[in-house]
């Protein structure tokens, strides 16, 4: 069985998870016309507001001790009374299927009880199918589900009461 942990970041570790928003980005390369620089990298401007924004909680994903991805929680909400929000999710290709995903959100969804939203552009499909799976598995109560165009992009955006600690 594979030891799953998820570690907060401290200001040191903001290079690696910098480095890892190149995967991220590719990834969502495929959904969203984002181009590579001339230099093979995504040019990705610096997230230090981002960073900076007290509610903002970086975590690293380890799966048997080895980097796996990252995580971050937010307060970048846009439906109303919703506290937490999933900024970034990224787990890389070969921990996926493997119940990483789902051990991070059911940890999140622990560590910070409240109103939560989810969102994920409309056009990814596996995440569509994994969040239709996982959040009722894990919400405390009813799951109300908007379509939303954010940032011209469309978007299924979830609502719901994480689970109680």
């Known amino acids: 069985m594979k030891t799953i942990e998820l570690h907060?970041?401290?200001r040191d570790d903001l290079p690696i998870i910098?480095?890892?928003m190149q995967f991220y980005t590719y990834d969502f390369s495929q959904w969203l016309p984002l181009e590579l620089g001339e230099h093979g990298f995504f040019n990705l401007q610096p997230l230090t507001d981002y960073w900076r924004n007290p509610a903002t909680r970086p975590f690293l994903i380890r799966v048997d001790g080895e980097l796996a991805g990252f995580v971050t929680v937010d307060n970048?909400?846009?439906?109303?009374?919703?506290?937490?929000?999933?900024?970034?999710l990224f787990v890389a290709?070969?921990?996926?299927?493997?119940g990483v995903a789902t051990f991070v959100v059911s940890t999140l969804l622990s560590r910070f009880p409240g109103q939560w939203q989810i969102l994920h552009l409309a056009a990814n499909l596996p995440a569509a199918q994994f969040w239709k799976a996982v959040i009722p598995r894990l919400a405390a109560?009813?799951?109300?589900?908007?379509?939303?165009?954010?940032?011209?992009?469309?978007?299924?955006?979830?609502?719901?009461?994480?689970?109680?600690?």
């Open 18 to 20: 910098e480095n890892l």
């Open 8 to 10: 907060p970041t401290q």
């Open 93 to 98: 290709r070969r921990f996926r299927g493997q």
């Open 141 to 165: 109560q009813d799951v109300s589900q908007h379509h939303l165009t954010i940032d011209a992009n469309p978007c299924v955006v979830y609502r719901f009461a994480g689970s109680p600690a």
């Open 76 to 88: 970048a909400t846009c439906l109303p009374d919703a506290e937490y929000n999933i900024g970034y």
